[in-house]
């Protein structure tokens, strides 16, 4: 509406001004070299206007004529960009989709249309990877390593590459130019994180969680800290103590529940005589996770007290968190050194229909020293070989004696989790049967009994596994293959540039040659 109303005003003062002007005629008289000419002021502005119209008409087509090679070169080059966009986007889809012949297709052609292009050199590189060509994926990514703008993922490519053949030097160089070339990457923040870890770095690897800050969330952060902290706590513990107990509290602070760490503090601070503190620590994380080596850092706190005291300590500690096998264990162990045996079969007895081996083991100690029953106690220890494994710090399959701050296996961090860990074959489950009405029968998975002579130790976990039966007649039993290789490393790939980015990439700021550029 605003613009209507500026129209009409416009209109309506060119008008005026015509009108203005044919209301007061006047002549207009031009000599020039002997000629003389006499008009009007309204043909004389009349022509005037058609000259400049005229003028206008002339400088339009000269310019068009003088601008037509750089015309036709910015739409030869629209053209081309558009092919490249459209053999990028389809051979991209050909990798995602593993049509190798499509990704070779469209590669070939985008490395003869647009060849040095950022997607062009991916496409390239995942179609080699797609065909299994690792020395050409490898070459393309070095390549594209040795660019600014590509570097990131070059060295993503390189880095992929490495942990693929089992180059674990190679693959932390990559990871540590990565994460110096662009400190916010997260694949190459916890790279680092990883490989310093698997060193023993501690204090390298706080430094790189550090820098990784920002790809975290704040409770991971923390998490992540506090175990570092342990980490380095538990290195220095033998030769520098007041260093250790600083990191170890740090630790505690960020992460109460984190059970190396409150078992250190608890010690170190016992050690400098603060029992009350201690004791709150250890408090504190068996709320949120009861676990024996807090109760038994609990219970040596005092390192004068009797047996019936430290009974009298756990029985507390366990009514903090009651019902839990943990605190009836530690209950269990207190009494038997303090010879009340009564009460460690009390608190057992809700444990003995379905024990673990942990239990059962108990059992048969309480067994020899109350009565000296060496029958009952052998009897406890073949329960023991058949009852259910207790928790264990686990990771990534693999069972450790003690907390790692790391997992043996890949380095993750914080990766050992109190748990059952898995027992049993993998190996025979029924994938696919024969008649699509037949269902797959299920796998049992138990422990075997070894024959002993000697009671099992308590930390010794059960190793005997007892081989899965055949599955019956008529269906089909198929191994699990392993999993294969991702297709597609690149976690991110970069932003589609769209179909302007060649013309807009290519164009030169002024125009140089003239006909010369079509050629070019």
Known sequence: MIRVALFLIVVGALSLGVAWIADRPGDVVITWQGLRVETSLMVLGTA??????LLGIVWSVIRAIVKSPFALSRMLRRRRGLRAYEAISN????????????ARKHAAEVSRIAPGEPLALLLGAQSAQLAGDRETAERVFRAMASRVDTKPLGLHGLFVEARRRNDLASARAYAEEAARTAPGLGWAGRAVLEFRCVAGDWAGAL??????MANLAKASYQRQRA???????????????????AFVLEAQKLAPALVPAATLAARLLA???????ASRIIDKAWRANPHPELAQTYSELRSGDSARDRLKRLEALAKKVPGHV???LAIARAALNAQEFD???AVLAPYLQAPTKRIALLMAELERAEKNDVGRAREWVSRALHAAPDPAWTADGHVSDRWLPASPVTGRLDALEWRVPLTGSLNAPVIEPEPPAVAAAPVEIAAEPQATKEPAKE??????VEAAPPPPAGRTQARLEPKPEPIIPLVHAPDDPGPDAFEERDAPAEPESGWRKIFG
């Open 48 to 53: 005037l206007l058609a000259a400049m119209v």
């Open 91 to 102: 051979g991209l889809i050909a990798v995602g989709a593993g049509d190798l012949a499509a």
């Open 207 to 212: 430094l790189a969680l550090e820098r990784n």
């Open 227 to 245: 175990v570092l902290l342990t980490a380095r706590a538990l290195a220095l513990e033998e030769t520098d103590r007041d260093s250790a107990k």
């Open 271 to 277: 050690e400098a005589g603060q029992l009350r503190k």
């Open 326 to 328: 943990e605190g009836a």
């Open 343 to 345: 009460k460690a079969r």
């Open 459 to 464: 930390s010794e976990p059960v190793k005997a």
